[in-house]
């Protein structure tokens, strides 16, 4: 069963700040995904990742296959990215291992 | 993006009465869904792989005759907790594959409280 590693587990910055949230796991996977839970519990999908990068307006997203690690970056970020990132991992068809999740809070 | 819907979104319910959590798919033909639970401060589980006209598939330490899961459609799924107890008591999320196969769209999530 894969380990999923995420780190930081608490984060808090000052807006404006640049964000690296890091993941690492123990077993190949077909797929990375990072996603974002508000405090109401409802989860939105920001990447899914199985090799390089993506990025989507001020979010990045990178993986490494080989070194089974994957960031999560935030540029100039703003109070309203505040939210837990969780890394999770799919291998085959099967359903997704999560991360613990990073809570971030981003300070005015 | 494909959009999946969860009803109810709150349920308070007393110990020993059941509760029904559907989850459907609304612009796509979902032949896997996938339910987990999240307990407060902790990382979400997967509970079950459901599969449309089939048996559901249950991770370890899920007991199948506790937690009813029903995908008789491939726009729908259902979650049923059976005498509920307190310690049942979480968050409870349905996804679904899209048509890439690797990507997962979220529900929004039933938060039950068994009191």
């Known amino acids: 069963k894969n380990e999923v590693e995420q780190s930081p587990q608490n984060l808090t910055a000052q807006e404006g700040e640049f964000i690296t949230i890091n993941c690492s796991y123990s077993v190949g996977i077909s797929a990375l995904h990072w996603l974002q839970q508000h405090p109401g519990g409802g989860i939105v999908s920001l990447f899914m990742l199985s090799s390089g990068k993506k990025k989507h307006g001020r979010l990045i997203a990178t993986i490494n296959i080989q070194e089974k690690h994957s960031s999560l970056h935030i540029t100039a970020s703003h109070p309203r990215d505040s939210a837990v990132y969780i890394c999770?991992?799919?291998?085959?068809?099967?359903?997704?291992?999560f991360g613990k999740g990073t809570h971030l809070i981003i300070q005015p | 993006g494909a959009v999946v819907s969860q009803h109810p979104s709150r349920v308070i319910c007393k110990s020993g009465t059941s509760v029904k959590i559907e989850c459907r798919s609304l612009?796509?033909?979902?032949?896997?869904m996938f339910w987990y639970r999240q307990f407060p401060k902790q990382s979400l589980m997967l509970m079950a792989t459901?599969?449309?006209?089939?048996?559901?598939?249950?991770e370890q330490g899920v007991e199948k005759d506790k937690f009813l899961i029903n995908h008789a459609s491939l726009t729908l799924s259902t979650l049923t907790v059976t005498s509920a107890h307190p310690e049942d008591s979480s968050f409870y999320i349905c996804s679904t594959t899209g048509q890439g196969a690797y990507e997962q769209y979220f529900g929004p999530g039933t938060r039950l409280t068994v009191t």
């Open positions: 612009d796509f033909q979902a032949t896997t």
């Open positions: 459901s599969n449309e006209g089939s048996k559901a598939t249950y």
């Open positions: 999770a991992v799919r291998g085959g068809a099967d359903g997704l291992t």
